[in-house]
């Protein structure tokens, strides 16, 4: 009997850990991610100046050299920490425009971006170093980022011992952090506020990267640049530059440091193809062509004043009057750096001479009181996206009754309510923008008549829906088709099924295999009975 009750005990558990292994394979394999790395801090040294721009000069001493030289130092140490990749604007004596510069930067989606500067002063007197960061007026926390490196930075300058060159103490002295506001309007930021003065800087906030300028030394201060020329020096320098990144950014030496891209300069000159010098708003626009560079990349043209010039691929439109500089750059690739033209190519744009047309667009009649709606829109000038930038005002005997803005197509609507009877003499007094490239005469005018009765029927306003209009012209009720507008997608229930993760799941699964070990079991004892 007691070998019986083993035998079925013995069945019993087998057939127990039969059902576990069934419900452990029928459980859905858990996703569990790795942790993985973080993703690779991406640097931007920028050695400022380089091909037919040396920068400062002082005698035989070109600053673009000296940067260089620095770059090349802080790139090398900055290569032997993990998870960082260092990349170079030029690497070789060549023409890249700081528009560019900045806009490799964010080709290559560098999370800082450091231009490396020499000074220059009228007195020999003073000297150090000093970085330049944004000025804060947008994007503000990009202006702490950039700070905040730049303090490191210049902490540790001046913990450098450079003795034999004169320096004060054998140290190099830091003038601080400093800011410069452009005054230039065509400038500021898409917010209206002031933009930085300096290109590298202002194109860095636009393009959400930290950026900086550190003008190193003096070149005119005798102690600075002794210790310039002194390729030691400069070691040290790029050297606690990349020190200060480092710490910056949690960056460790643990001996895996990442293999560093080889990049490579282009050695042919680009030239920016012939440009009409002289033009008209509303001009036709013109193409523009390039040649040199490297054998195999994209030209890419632009203007430092959008608001003169905008330029859509090798198109140049013609949109406003004034002054705007052309300019183009070849890419090659990540590795392969871009090279500009020398030298940019001024446009003088004139603006047109024209007159102001005016109309009465409607008027009607709303809780007792008229409404007109006059037109505005220049005589000549309207095409290629050339249009007015001011405002239009309307005064009736000296009294403001509306203003109005230009619109895209070139028409400037005003509409003015609470008009009583009686006869009406509207002057119109145009305001020119900014960058307007129109010249309109003031002092138009334009007589209208407001009757007593107003023959123009009252506009009505048609409901806002999302279905079809009626036959009749009215909104849809809500109808079934409406109704499964708001019922949840497929997507919607898949959504709620992940938020309950595999509960459900596993609950059903669960219950089955319970009850196909329950009927398991029953079998086995009935089948002992027998």
């Not at 550190?214 to 005119?220: G, K, N, S, V």
């Not at 990442?258 to 030239?271: D, S």
């Amino acid at each position: 009997m007691k070998a019986v009750l083993e035998g079925k005990m013995h069945k019993i558990l087998f057939s127990l850990l039969l059902c576990c292994a069934l419900i452990v394979s029928c459980v859905p394999a858990t996703n569990h991610t790795s942790v993985q790395a973080a993703d690779p801090l991406i640097v931007m040294l920028d050695p400022g100046h380089g091909g037919e721009d040396p920068g400062v000069v002082r005698g035989t001493n070109e600053e673009s050299v000296f940067n260089l030289k620095i770059v090349e130092a802080c790139k090398a140490e900055l290569a032997t920490y993990d998870n960082v990749i260092v990349y170079m604007t030029r690497v070789i004596e060549n023409d890249i425009s700081t528009y560019e510069r900045s806009m490799y930067a964010k080709q290559l989606d560098a999370d800082v971006f450091i231009s490396f500067h020499i000074n220059s002063y009228s007195s020999a007197s003073v000297g150090g170093a000093e970085v330049y960061v944004p000025c804060g007026n947008y994007r503000p926390q990009l202006a702490t980022k950039a700070s905040q490196l730049a303090n490191k930075i210049l902490a540790n300058f001046t913990a450098l011992e450079l003795p034999g060159y004169g320096l004060t103490n054998d140290r190099l002295k830091s003038r601080g952090l400093k800011t410069r506001n452009a005054e230039d309007e065509r400038l500021e930021y898409p917010d209206g506020s002031k933009g930085d003065y300096y290109e590298v800087i202002r194109m860095g906030v636009r393009n959400e990267i930290p950026a900086m300028i550190i003008e190193h030394a003096y070149i005119t201060n005798p102690a600075d640049l002794k210790m310039l020329q002194d390729d030691a020096a400069l070691v040290k320098l790029g050297q606690a530059t990349a020190k200060a990144i480092a710490a910056q950014y949690g960056l460790t030496k643990t001996g895996n440091a990442l293999e560093q891209p080889v990049q490579t300069g282009q050695t042919q000159e680009v030239f920016l193809g012939s440009v009409p010098s002289n033009v008209t708003v509303g001009d036709a626009p013109f193409t523009l062509t390039a040649t040199g560079g490297a054998p195999t990349g994209e030209y890419v043209y632009y203007t430092n004043n959008p608001d003169i010039i905008r330029i859509e691929g090798d198109k140049a439109y013609i949109v406003g009057a004034g002054e705007a500089n052309l300019r183009v750059t070849r890419y090659g690739g990540g590795t392969l750096t871009p090279r500009s033209a020398t030298f940019a190519s001024k446009v003088k744009v004139s603006a047109v001479q024209t007159q102001l047309k005016l109309s009465v667009v409607e008027n009607f009649r709303a809780n007792g009181a008229q409404t007109v709606v006059f037109d505005c829109r220049p005589a000549t000038g309207i095409q290629n996206g050339a249009v007015p930038s001011g405002t239009v005002t309307l005064y009736k005997n000296q009294t403001k009754v509306g203003t109005g803005t230009f619109a895209e197509d070139g028409s400037c609507r005003l509409q003015v309510s609470g008009i009583t009877p009686g006869n009406y003499t509207f002057s119109v007094s145009y305001e020119a923008g900014k960058f307007d490239g129109f010249t309109i005469a003031n002092s138009q005018s334009l007589n209208y008549t407001v009757e007593e009765n107003v023959a123009t029927p009252i506009p009505t306003i048609a409901p806002t829906h999302n279905g079809t209009l009626a036959p009749d012209g009215t909104a849809p009720t809500a109808s079934a088709e409406m109704s499964a507008s708001i019922a949840p997608t497929p997507e919607e229930d898949g959504g709620f099924v992940a938020m309950l993760g595999n509960t459900p799941i596993l609950i059903i699964l669960g219950v089955s295999v319970v009850l196909v070990a329950a009927a398991i079991v029953i079998l086995i004892i009935f089948r002992e009975r027998k």
